[in-house]
Structures are given as structure tokens and as C-alpha cells.
């Protein structure tokens, strides 16, 4: 059903439920099955597995009208950001968040050494500084809340300040999901997702996209994505389709455990500092003990897993600072917290007794 048969406009929740289903004909399928092809009968559209397939476009389709643009899925968040930079000309200026998700910093570093872009770091709660460092540049990039401090960036001013120096603006909107932050709608150019994470949300499926209102973008990244062959698998699109439907309800509960958690965690004594933007699943908190304790926490859950990733319906943690590469900035006890779905009351007396342990001697 399209929004325009209702009287009124379908909330985001529904229509994270009702988007991107085939047409309504007697025996047709509700959502869209896996297509597995490489090669289709001429005369058509898609053509070739790697210009196009059916259950890209039902995923596409969802995130698409939750973004507000149009969508691409990539075969990681990390094709979709390398994507995004191919659109950068040489010696192009970049400004970029201090501390953000390593790979994507890793990326922009790694074409500041080839001499390809030039590189300006900002603190991205600081609007004066973000104004300042988009004076001559292409592109500003932000990452809002950001790995693994949480920083939030005021997304409607850095954009303004960006367009007006005629830079595009980049949100990496991983953390907060178009549920709890549209950065299109603020003036954000493209977003970027690592689709892998919240979107969907079962630590099975390695997934990335774009979303962008600008045709000419979207045909740019499209073609990157057909010709270094950046594409996803129709059974990664599908299971990420799959997990998307329930991103409502994943992201309330989890919402309302990690609020529940922050709060217990700010009044546990071996706990320094909580960092929690105030929405969203993920927490990071400083403990006593400084690495030493902080590994002795992490090697004391039972109940939540140590890992890297985020975003799933399990709650995980790390410490950060066990990554070399990862910004000194970042406190060397920092945990990051990852809050599922389980009872809350579980999650805290796994961590509480792992706490616990970090200010033994
Ligand atoms: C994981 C992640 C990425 C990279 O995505 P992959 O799907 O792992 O390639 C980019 N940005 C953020 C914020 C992430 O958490």
C-alpha cells in the first residue's frame, strides 16, 4: 500500500514493516524472496548480477523511504564509505571527526600518505571549528554518535556551514539509524551505513549502503558500484531486509536497557566515566584499574560476549585501546558497550559482577 491511499503519513515504524513488498496479487509473495542470479534475459534493466537484483532493491527501497533518498546497497559499510570518497577530486581537502570507526579514518589516511586528498581533523561538537575547517573544502565527513567516545555533532549547523563553503556533508549514521536521526533531512548530502550493525541487528550479515536525494550522486556511486564491483550478496540483502523489519521494536528495548544500564553504571564505584549520548544502544564507560582492569572486566562477562562488533540483538563489549591503531584520545580503560535485547536485569548482574573485579587488586 503507498503512503498516498492514507489519510495520513505512515509512521517510520510502519513502514520499516510495509515498505519494499512486491505488489499485492492474489499468490504473490508478502516480502520479496532471495533472487539468486547472475544473469537475466536481455532486453531488461538489471541485465547482469552486478548492475542489478530484486532483493537489493526491496532493502534499498526500505532504507530509501526511512532516509528520505534513494538508497544502494554495497557489499560492506566499508565499500559503501570507499564509494563515497571515489567521488573526492585529487588533492581534494577533507575534514573528518579526531576520533571516529578506525576503517574509515584508516581509509582517509591512507589517501592523505598517496598525496590524494589533504586532511583536516575537527572536533565534531565544536561548530566554530567545523565552520572554520570546511573554509576550501570538498567534503565534510561526520560520524554522529561517534566510535567509540559518542561525540554528537549539531548535524544541521555542519552541514549548513559545510554547504556554504561548498563542501558536500557525509553522515555515517550507523549508531543512530534513520529512527533516530535523519541526517538528509537536516541537510546532510549523503549517508552512509554500515548496515551491518543495528539495520540488521543479528551479527550474521556483513552489509553496507548509501543513501542520498542527489541523482547525479546516487548515479556516481552506482557506477562505482558496478565497476569495482563493491555489490552485496542477494542472501546478505535479503537477511538484512529481514532483520530491518524488527528495527523498531530491537531498538526500543535495547534503548531502554542501555538507559536502564547507564544509569546503574554512573552509580558503580568502579566506574570513572559513562559516555551515552542520551539515545541509541551504545554506551562507553572508563573503569578504575586503567587497561589491566578494564581487560579483567571484559574477562569476567558471562553473559556478554567480547567482540568487536555492535548492533546485534546480543550485548557485547570491547575494549578499545587492545586496537594499535585506535586514537590515544580514547582513555585506555575505555569499554564500549553494545546493549541487546535480553532482560536488563541479567545484562546488569553480569556486568556488575564483572565490574566488580576491575578495582580488585
Ligand atoms: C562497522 C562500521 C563501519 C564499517 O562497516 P563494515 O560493514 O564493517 O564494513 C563504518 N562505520 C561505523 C560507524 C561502523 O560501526
Redesign the pocket.
Known sequence: MADSDLAHPLSPHTRLVTAGRPAAEPDAPLNEPVMFASTYHAGGERGYGRYGNPTWEAFEQVLGDLEGGTALTFS??????SAVLSLLPEGAVVVAPET??L??LDQLRERRDAGRIQLRHVDITDPTEIKDAVQEAAMLWL?SPA?PKLEVADVASASAAARDAGAITVV?N??ATPLLQRPLALGADIV?H????LISGHSDV???ATVTTNDDTRGRLERYRRLHGAIPSPMDTFLALRGLRTLGVRLDRAQANAATLVERLGAHPAVTTVRYPGSGTICSIEVAGGAEGADRVVGSVRLWVNTT???GVESTLERRRRWPSESETVDVSLIRLSVGIEDVDDLWADLAQALDTAAAP
Open positions: 560492506s559499510g566499508m565499500a559503501a564509505t571516529a570507526y576503517g574509515v560520524e566510535n555515517d550507523t549508531f552512509v554500515s548496515a551491518t550493525k556483513v552489509l553496507g562488533s555492535l548492533g
